[in-house]
């Protein structure tokens, strides 16, 4: 609570008459206590304080000549303060107190009540009762409730029979926000007893403790195991599933939702100015946080002072060491935001580890490293990012700064590693002659710093808390997958919910809207994670689902091969974007939304035995090319080309390998079944070179239109100076400037443009494309043409297919030991929204015959099959029916038959048969 500085002087406002005490003077005679941990209020001078923000606080004191002090200038009711005020206010909204007292001779007990000025919630209700001293637990004589919920003071009387009585006041928040803060004036005739004959009375008193400072480490751990697809709880496989947007206390609401973790995002920490770590310290409500999960046995995950690629340092610290970013900030200017690049920030960040780690350590924890990271963001202009950047160059290219020149297009008036113009974030630089490769190159210069840094901290946390797994938290994040692969995390999670945004979304999201899953979280190394939920468009972040939804989100995430969850918001606390998802009501009862979370991600938790082995081929290789995918002006961000190449691959029953800008090499590529590029057109020479190794060499590669760059992959190689998008559409592949494009490989002469077209044929199957057409023009879903204006095969190449006016669709090239295959239309866009058998066919068979392999067949592109196994033997089989209209039928691996109507999942193992 903060006392200002300047203190209003207010005019006095009078008790009524009749009244001899307030209780605001007698803070001394209340019993006070929490209601989650039974734990008494401290006296503390002339108010009471709970471990946390509970208080009895006088908000006013009558100075001279009778004017009122008060303690905090919004604690005004209409800009009125009252004698006798007080602040009476519960933990949080899961936390009520009870504030107990003892009168003599008391017929009357006035209320003045309201809302204060400086309130930021809903306000607080505060239910009176009032019992004869000799029966303290029989029927009261006299009750009322109170809710302090508007700006204006109201009044109540409560009459008495007198005597000797015995009060309680329950007091909690109104709705599920954290700074409640109200007026209350309880005055009233007669005496007011001691606080001893209070807890005589208490119905607790026995029951009543102090709140511990220390806590008893636990036996069971949460653990990743060497070859296992799921984290372990002791020795059980553990599927989690956890809330945001809940309060402290909370938790065993969230068990009755299904939920088996509790997620604390955004935890900091207490940090004195001058020590050299932070600390937790028993007041906070990380403590009681753990106190709680002790208490309802739930494993407690927090994040460790991060997110958007920052460590959050104390403010004071990151002056002293100037460990903050320079000329740049993400998201929102922040003191206590700090740059990764600077070696200090490393030694600092250890530090905060060191606190954090020293109260998780002992017990069942998981840790998440960075929160929302999306590298491609983040910019730092210091002495320090500057030089590092260069002597990343000088590395990347063996000191040989002539070679860097080249890539580069030259680099004017500067001949040394040591003077190499530095970007503005990925802004172009005049110097280079092609500047997009600059930016090109400061993009993995950061995506490589920023994941040496979290190895790093990884590895720190293995030495101070070496039973606490280190787990990794992206939303959207285009580098996300490179990086955990490098840094090998025990755990990653990423974007998994559906959203219904289409065309005015940016994550790449089309008709069929749980597709985050293949693309997202889908992708990453296992064990993983993802969201669950809906997202309705850009106002609506969040709102309810179906019991369809539920069921259709949840299995699907199951059959990628995911087994976290994390569903927001619990409480609805965060306005009208979010809160038609929450699982409570305002009574902090368990909505529609929550009852099916418990009834739908109670089943998906409890196959968690069978979970251990996630069951897949990755057999088809598809180049994840992150920079086009970025945020950075090198690509056009995340793109339904990108996004529906991997939906295609997943419901044609197959698995991808998503091959990322640093294991795009020979060596790695050279044992791959096919090569996908889908939604690049800018390619990197180097990773161009490695492509033509591969196909020289024998391997299959399969190239892709990409309507969102309306051009050809390889088509160029960063090596142009304009707009990216305009760039990509007019580079002509026989024009390379200096590094040969693809179009030797791919078969293409030239290529590019955005047409509409009607169909195309390809071995006598007739594809129609009339219904995405429509599709296109409505402008919901999607709103790009999905084939390409031009398509100019090489001498030598085949035309495989055409479109409905006889130019070429598909075109099969010969090049060295290999072929490729190049699709003058854009697949992925058009299986980002709808299904179609011959198209689906037609690029089933190409898989099928490079000897690429399914875990299950369903017999139709529209359910989708997971399978998971444990050392048992035992088998898992998960299938999702994603057809909107209809029910369909699959043969299980026992012979027999079930039918799924649309929306639903059917779930077999191999002991239970279907559950």
Not at 717 to 727: K, L, R, V, Y
Not at 801 to 824: E, H, K, Q, R, Y
Request: net charge negative; glycine share 10%.
């Amino acid at each position: 609570m903060k006392t200002l500085v300047s203190i209003a002087l207010v005019a006095l406002i009078a008790l009524p008459a009749a009244a001899d005490w307030t209780l605001a003077e007698h803070a001394d005679s209340v019993l006070m206590y929490d209601s989650l941990r039974l734990s008494e209020f401290a006296q503390e001078g002339n108010r009471l304080k709970s471990s946390g923000r509970g208080y009895l606080l006088p908000a006013v004191t009558v100075g001279e000549d009778g004017v009122l002090i008060p303690y905090n200038e919004g604690m005004s009711v209409h800009g009125e303060f009252r004698q006798g005020q007080m602040l009476l206010t519960p933990d949080n909204s899961m936390a009520h107190s009870w504030a107990e007292f003892v009168l003599h001779g008391c017929s009357e007990v006035s209320l003045q009540y309201g809302m204060c000025d400086g309130s930021k919630a809903e306000g607080t209700k505060l239910a009176f009762s009032f019992y004869r001293a000799d029966a303290p637990q029989g029927e009261p004589v006299a009750e009322t409730t109170i809710r302090l919920t508007e700006r204006e003071w109201k009044s109540e009387t409560v009459n008495l029979p007198g005597g000797d009585l015995f009060a309680r006041v329950k007091v909690e928040f109104v709705g599920h926000a954290g700074w409640n803060w109200t007026a209350l004036v309880c005055s009233g005739n007669g005496e007011i007893g001691t606080r001893e004959e209070a807890r005589a009375l208490s119905p607790l008193a026995d029951r009543l403790q102090e709140m511990p400072t220390e806590l008893q480490p636990d036996d069971v751990h949460v653990s990743a195991r060497e070859g296992f697809d799921i984290l372990f709880l002791g020795d059980e496989p553990y599927i989690n599933y956890a809330a945001k947007g809940h309060v402290t206390g909370s938790h065993e609401l969230q068990k009755q939702a299904g939920i088996n973790l509790f997620y604390s995002e955004g935890a900091l920490y207490e940090w004195e100015e001058g020590a050299d770590q932070p600390n937790i310290p028993p007041d906070s409500h990380t403590f009681l946080n753990m106190y709680m999960c002790q208490r309802e046995n739930l494993p407690y995950k927090t994040a460790v002072g991060m997110a958007h690629c920052v460590y959050y340092l104390p403010e004071w610290l990151v002056k002293r060491e100037n460990l903050g970013m320079e000329e740049h900030f993400i998201r929102h200017e922040d003191p206590r935001h700090t740059s990764f690049i600077k070696p200090k920030t490393l030694e600092w960040s250890k530090r905060a580890l060191n606190g954090f780690a020293e109260f998780f350590a002992p017990h069942t924890a998981i840790f998440v490293l960075g929160q929302e990271d999306q590298i491609d963001q983040w910019d730092c202009q210091s002495d320090e990012a500057k030089a590092a950047f260069r002597e990343w160059l000088s590395d990347r290219f063996n000191g040989d700064f002539a070679a860097f020149a080249e890539y580069v297009g030259g680099v004017r008036g500067c001949s040394a590693f040591e003077d190499a113009p530095y970007l503005d974030h990925f802004a172009s630089h005049e110097a280079y002659g092609y500047p997009r490769r600059a930016a090109y190159l400061k993009y993995l210069w950061q995506v490589q710093a920023y994941t040496d840094y979290l190895i790093e901290l990884k590895e720190h946390c293995r030495t101070v808390a070496p039973d606490v797994p280190v787990t990794q938290r992206y939303v959207v994040s285009p580098a996300g997958i490179a990086i955990s692969e490098m840094a090998d995390f025990d755990y990653d999670y990423m974007y998994g919910h559906m959203s219904a945004e289409g065309t005015d979304g940016r994550y790449g999201s089309g008709r069929k809207i749980w597709n985050g899953i293949y693309g997202f979280c889908g992708l990453l190394p296992t064990p993983r994670g993802g969201s669950i939920g809906l997202c309705l468009d850009r106002e609506i972040r969040r709102t309810g689902m179906t019991e369809e939804q539920w069921e259709t989100n949840a299995w699907t995430l199951l059959a990628n091969g995911c087994t976290g969850y994390e569903m927001q918001p619990f409480f609805p606390r965060w306005g009208e974007a979010w809160d038609g998802a929450a699982m409570v009501d305002e009574e902090k009862t368990l909505n529609e939304q929550g009852r099916l979370s418990a009834q739908v991600m109670g089943k998906v938790t409890g196959v968690a035995d069978y979970c251990e082995h996630y069951d897949r081929y990755e057999d088809v290789a598809v180049f994840h090319d992150s920079a086009w995918q970025s945020g950075s002006g090198l690509g056009v961000s995340w793109s339904q080309s990108k996004m529906g190449i991997y939906t295609m691959i997943r419901e044609m029953g197959y698995h991808p390998d998503p091959v990322t800008l640093w294991e795009m090499t020979p060596e790695n590529l050279a044992n791959k079944k096919i090569l996908v590029l889908a939604g690049s057109v800018p390619i990197a020479p180097e990773a161009q070179e490695a492509i033509r190794e591969y196909v020289r060499n024998g391997g299959t590669l399969l190239a892709l239109y990409s309507a969102a760059g309306q051009g050809f992959p390889g088509a160029n190689s960063w090596e142009f100076t304009g707009e990216n998008a305009q760039a990509a559409a007019e580079m002509s592949f026989n024009d390379p400037p200096a590094v040969a494009h693809l179009g030797d490989v791919l078969g293409i002469e030239s290529g590019g443009g955005s047409a509409r077209r009607g169909s195309f044929t390809y071995e006598g199957t007739t594809v129609d494309l009339s219904e995405f057409n429509v599709l296109v023009d409505e402008g919901r879903w999607v709103d790009e043409e999905a084939a390409c204006a031009t398509l100019v095969p090489r001498e030598g190449a085949t035309v495989a297919a055409t479109f409905d006016d006889g130019t070429p669709a598909v075109i099969v090239n010969s090049f060295g030991s290999g072929g490729a295959i190049t699709l003058g239309f854009d697949a992925g866009l058009l299986a980002n929204n709808l299904w179609d058998d011959g198209l689906y066919g037609m690029l089933d068979q190409v898989l099928a015959q490079t000897g690429c392999r399914k875990t299950y067949e369903t017999g139709s592109y529209q359910v989708e099959a997971g399978m998971w196994h444990n050392d048992a033997g035992e088998r898992l089989l998960v299938l999702v029916n994603h057809d909107f209209d209809r029910a369909h039928t699959v043969k299980l691996p026992d012979g027999t038959e079930v039918t799924i109507d649309p929306w639903r999942a059917a779930v077999w193992t191999s002991d239970k048969g279907v559950l």
